[in-house]
């Protein structure tokens, strides 16, 4: 059976195989949604120092969901590494010239 046909139904199952770091990454990103819509919304920025045209307040927040994305994408990468070594080091079944 190949990796792409498993198909796990259980919760439980499909949260222990999501890496820690993605978990981290996907709750600093919600954090900095939440602030990011908290400043563009909320809260008034009269005087406030302003870069670009942008108060600093909104571009801290802009950080913060990218800060929550640069996590989540590392995670997967390290948890898609950790899966190939899993595997062991199979070759490909075709040769390295084949018609792909």
Do not use: C, K
């Not at 199952?13 to 820690?20: A, D, H, V």
């Not at 008034?44 to 307040?57: I, K, Q, T």
């Amino acid at each position: 059976m190949l990796v792409i046909e498993t198909v796990t139904t259980d919760r439980a199952e499909r949260s222990r195989r999501f890496p820690r770091l993605g978990w981290a990454g996907v709750v600093v990103m919600v954090v900095g949604l939440v602030a990011d819509i908290t400043e563009h919304t909320l809260i008034p920025h009269a005087g406030e120092l302003a870069v670009a045209g942008y108060p600093v307040s909104e571009h801290a927040a802009h950080l913060v969901v990218i800060v929550g994305m640069v996590l989540l994408l590392a995670g997967v990468v390290v948890d898609g590494v950790r899966a190939s070594h899993r595997r062991g080091s199979r070759r490909e079944r075709s040769g390295l010239d084949a018609v792909r």
